[in-house]
């Protein structure tokens, strides 16, 4: 069950559709932790972050026509919003992320370590990862997130993100590595 009831849902989406700003605040209420917190693993600041959120609900609000009613309207509303995200990505971008690429020829779709992060990451408090991952590089972190929070595979990433599938490896790759060497003295200190 979504965060609205179907009925209440609708006549949501119904408001929104005729500029109801009634709705749309009732919208942005109910979406706005949860969106902002997505956002955050985005930017590099509570302003970026808050800049994206709220073009991204520009962008929601103005194409509301488009909402047809398949699948959730949070989920609907939520791919705008990583839409966003890249888009400001993209604009960011200066220049492209050189690959290694012996390494990127080695990589597949999961690496030897990701097993081992997953059970890492499960036992590090969800506040010290999201702080890490927030530290890496914007395309590291863009990447990490797309796979792994987002759960997007690394071809829909190379297209997001105009890049190559093995640059979209190369990053997760070189993200988790990072991650590891960030998180390593909180590991030690658990004991893990």
């Known amino acids: 069950m979504g965060i609205w009831h179907p009925h209440e849902e609708m006549q ?4 929104c559709k005729n500029n109801s700003r009634m709705a749309q605040q009732e919208v942005f209420k109910k979406l706005y932790g949860k969106l902002f ?3 955050m693993r985005y930017a590099e600041s509570d302003e970026e972050a808050k800049d994206i959120l709220q073009n991204g609900f520009i962008k929601v609000f103005g194409s509301m026509e488009n909402y047809k009613g398949d699948g959730s309207f949070e989920g609907w509303v939520k791919r ?3 839409n966003t995200a890249i888009d400001n990505y993209r604009r960011k971008k200066t220049k492209p992320v050189v690959t290694d690429s012996e390494l990127t020829d080695r990589l597949g779709d999961e690496t030897e ?3 081992d992060d997953v059970s890492i990451y499960e036992q590090v408090p969800v506040k010290l990862v999201l702080d890490a991952v927030q530290q890496l590089s914007p395309a ?3 990447v990490f997130n797309l796979y792994v929070l987002e759960g997007y595979n690394h071809n829909e990433i190379a297209d997001m993100l105009e890049i190559s599938v093995g640059t979209s490896k190369s990053n997760l790759s070189k993200a ?3 991650l590891r060497r ?3 003295p909180v590991i030690e200190k658990l004991d893990i």
């Open 12 to 15: 949501l989406v119904e408001g």
């Open 37 to 39: 917190g997505m956002c």
């Open 80 to 82: 705008i919003v990583i």
């Open 113 to 115: 370590y990701e097993q």
């Open 140 to 142: 590291y972190q863009t």
């Open 176 to 178: 988790r590595q990072n």
């Open 182 to 184: 960030m998180l390593k």
